[in-house]
């Protein structure tokens, strides 16, 4: 007789609409909200689904303060293994995707900016 | 103060920074306006944001000659009831409200462009397709969020017009904070000049933000914009910034405006579809 071990996922669901109680997620205090959930659940080794169902409208502001912020503090292949978001509109999904690019970008040398300010001294 | 044509172009915006150069130091004054010749009804923000800053010195402000037309627009808008008059039902909707709107009450703001862009009757909206509409939301709450981060204002004043004619629609922001120039100085302790800050902020990725990412939503904008065929604009101190119809052009003002500006002009009639865009490049299964 074989015996076959499971580890089971336990995986929760951030409902962004239940959270910040508004179908446009705009603001930088709607996203902490939702980077406290997730960075919390994150510790716990949680798998996380964050829907957007009933989410028109979204800003990169917030998605820079809920997803941008987990790379500064959790490692690139835990943040795709845990986590994925579901009923994302596309133009939020090409939101998502250039915040996601940037932190990683950023989070790997925060001090490139000082450059950047150099390069427009030079331009 | 005569005021002469007042449009969207740098003259125009020259003219309300003499103005406000002009009076900044006056204290217990009456001040004068006169407006007779053209004013495009969404600068309302601009000279209502000046008009407030001269407020604060105890002046008093006396509207002495408004043309007859604009003055039905700015009581249609609602500029004039803050200085006396009374608000007038705009039957033909092409007028978007004027608002004063504390930085943080976002949500007020996002229940103001509902009512006046989306559940509104405004006269553009069954002409728009659905992926404009987000866009040009999506593209005003973005610049109010760089006002509410970013500027340390007291208010927000905001203001729309829609021209049916030619299919346009302005929107400006406005805020008295501490204008882009001295935020990117104060974070970087650098020296750039305000067109210098302003080139800066517009490149991708760029953000006075510490130890968070951001700087995204201004370079998404200008690209929203380029593909629109539409117009922004940038004041913020003596810097001028715009992008029409694909060119860049920087200028310096004589003065300085007391916070940043941004207006931006949305092409009504286009039809592209923004929602698809890039789509093709992104993998979705596997965005983080």
Not at chain 2, 38 to 50: D, H, K
Not at chain 2, 264 to 286: A, G, P, Q, R, V
Request: aromatic residues 12%; hydrophobic residues 35%; glycine residues 4%.
């Amino acid at each position: 007789m074989k015996i076959y071990f499971e580890m089971e996922k336990k995986t929760i669901t951030i409902s962004v609409y239940n959270i910040i109680a508004d179908k446009t997620a705009m603001d930088v205090d709607q996203g902490q909200k939702i980077f406290e959930r997730i960075d919390k659940a994150f510790k716990e080794s949680l798998y996380i689904d964050v829907s957007f169902q009933n989410i028109e409208l979204i800003t990169t502001a917030f998605l820079n303060t809920a997803f941008g912020q987990l790379y500064r503090d959790h490692k690139e292949d835990f943040i795709r293994e845990h986590l994925k978001t579901s009923n994302l509109t596309n133009s939020g999904m090409i939101k998502l995707k250039k915040v996601v690019e940037t932190a990683k970008l950023y989070y790997k040398d925060p001090k490139a900016l000082e450059q950047s300010i150099k390069d427009i001294l030079e331009d | 103060m005569r005021f002469s044509n007042i449009s969207n172009d740098f003259n125009s915006y020259q003219q309300l920074i003499t103005f406000y150069e002009e009076n900044k130091d006056e204290f217990f004054l009456n001040i004068q306006l006169d407006i007779n010749n053209f004013f495009c009804a969404n600068v309302s923000a601009v000279l209502g944001a000046i008009l407030d800053k001269l407020i604060l010195n105890a002046n008093n402000i006396h509207f002495r000659s408004i043309d007859d037309k604009i003055k039905e627009i700015l009581k249609k808008n609602d500029f004039l009831s803050f200085y006396g008059y009374n608000s007038e039902v705009d039957i033909h909707n092409t007028t978007i409200k004027y608002k004063k709107i504390l930085p943080t009450d976002g949500k007020y703001f996002v229940n103001y462009i509902e009512k006046e862009l989306i559940d509104s009757n405004l006269s553009i909206l069954p002409r728009m397709s659905k992926g404009i509409k987000e866009g040009i939301i999506e593209a005003i709450y973005e610049v109010f969020v760089n006002a509410q981060i970013h500027s340390q204002t007291k208010y927000i004043y905001s203001c729309g017009q829609f021209f049916p004619g030619s299919n346009e629609l302005f929107f400006t922001l406005v805020d008295t904070g501490i204008s882009i120039k001295n935020c990117v100085n104060k974070r970087f302790k650098s020296n750039l000049t305000s067109v210098q800050a302003i080139k800066w902020a517009l490149v991708d990725r760029n953000t006075t933000k510490e130890h968070i990412t951001g700087g995204i939503g201004l370079a998404l904008l200008k690209d929203f914009i380029k593909n629109n065929r539409g117009l922004m604009q940038i004041i913020s101190n003596d810097g001028y910034y715009s992008l029409d119809d694909g060119r860049e052009v920087y200028k310096l003002f004589s003065g300085q405006f007391p916070g940043t500006v941004v207006t931006i002009k949305f092409k009504t009639d286009d039809k592209h579809h923004y929602s698809l865009k890039n789509e093709k490049d992104i993998n979705f299964e596997n965005i983080f």
